[in-house]
């Protein structure tokens, strides 16, 4: 349960430090809204910040007592309105109504001020597994009046770690970043030019090895580093050449020789053509820090969710685009990822 933050000074407010709890394949963070304590999930894979109601399916299931104890839950009349209007917010998780409301955040004891956030009413899941809202942390997004504001361009915070460490699971958030990552930086891709509604954290992709066999065979390709992904979520396209690969190593010998899987071993190699390359290997089987809990799942993102470029798709559905595809905790436990939102920086410690 969220347990309530009581606002304070931290290091004249340079560094918001907030733990994080892991539960049903995602890891969460507690903050209040307008003194109202919410949980949810830790997303650097969305811009905003969101707080559930208790409606619809989920009401008339009678199933709020539960959900609200858990997540916390809000009315939609929360805080102040911001005057924009409702709208729809699309996730590869999720399709979701949002009003949005103004009220004061208060997260790792530090009071961080007046933001806009989403308040949903009805959600249609696409078949995740987290059962709590979004705190998504991506800062920049396309100048675009749909676009709704972001948590983090609300705020003077510029870097922030996710700390994936067992035992030092923590989020931070900087102003200014006093040390950087000593191990290995990669810059991030803008995927505006292509499109995207916003500046995610995507890092080119070199390699993609689905049981030993090397699947882009050089096609363009970018990963999205997402802790709101369990494992790895891919376009439709990749996805049937998984499937096809775990086939084939099935049946040979081989294929996948020393490895403690036969089937459904997944690596990528990520960096730009001229920088450091890393490689990020799934983690499969039972997770021992996480209590037993297996976080290789591989999906296809699902249709309803729609594509990364999917407005501009629709004005201009030939340009070239690169894959995309979203690699979540699978590929991140155990590490220490710092991200400069003003440099277009990562670094991985």
Request: glycine fraction near 12%; hydrophobic fraction near 40%; aromatic fraction near 10%.
């Amino acid at each position: 349960q969220a347990q309530a933050a009581q606002p304070s000074e931290q290091a004249a407010h340079n560094k918001v430090s907030i733990p994080l709890h892991f539960e049903r394949g995602a890891y969460y963070l507690n903050f209040t809204a307008q003194g109202q304590q919410f949980r949810s999930v830790l997303d650097t894979g969305s811009p905003f910040v969101l707080v559930a109601t208790c409606t619809g399916q989920r009401k008339a299931a009678g199933k709020c007592e539960n959900f609200c104890r858990r997540y916390g839950c809000a009315e939609k009349t929360i805080g102040e309105p911001t005057g924009l209007a409702d709208n729809f917010i699309v996730t590869s998780g999720a399709r979701s109504t949002a009003s949005w409301r103004r009220g004061e955040i208060v997260i790792g004891g530090t009071l961080i001020g007046s933001i806009a956030f989403g308040v949903v009413s009805e959600t249609d899941s696409f078949g995740g597994n987290a059962g709590g809202t979004n705190f998504g942390i991506i800062r920049t997004a396309a100048d675009d009046p749909a676009i709704r504001p972001t948590f983090l361009g609300q705020t003077k915070y510029r870097y922030f770690i996710v700390d994936l460490r067992p035992g030092q699971e923590f989020l931070e958030f900087y102003i200014k970043l006093l040390s950087q990552p000593r191990t290995l930086m990669m810059p991030l891709v803008d995927l505006r030019g292509y499109g995207a509604p916003v500046v995610y954290y995507a890092v080119d992709m070199r390699e993609l090895w689905f049981d030993g066999v090397e699947c882009l065979e050089g096609a363009s390709a970018v990963a999205i580093l997402d802790t709101g992904t369990t494992g790895l979520s891919l376009p439709p396209v990749l996805f049937d050449k998984y499937t096809l690969m775990r086939r084939f190593a099935s049946t040979s010998v081989n294929q996948t020789k020393g490895s403690r899987f036969r089937t459904g071993n997944v690596e990528v190699s990520l960096g730009s053509a001229t920088g450091s390359l890393g490689r990020f290997t799934m983690l499969r089987g039972p997770v021992e820090s996480l209590g037993g809990a297996r976080i290789d799942v591989v999906t296809p993102i699902p249709y309803d969710a729609g594509d990364t470029f999917y407005r501009a798709e629709q004005i201009n559905p030939d340009a070239p685009r690169p894959f995309v595809i979203f690699l979540g905790l699978a590929f991140l436990l155990g590490r220490r990822l710092c991200i400069d939102t003003e440099s277009l920086m990562v670094g991985f410690d």
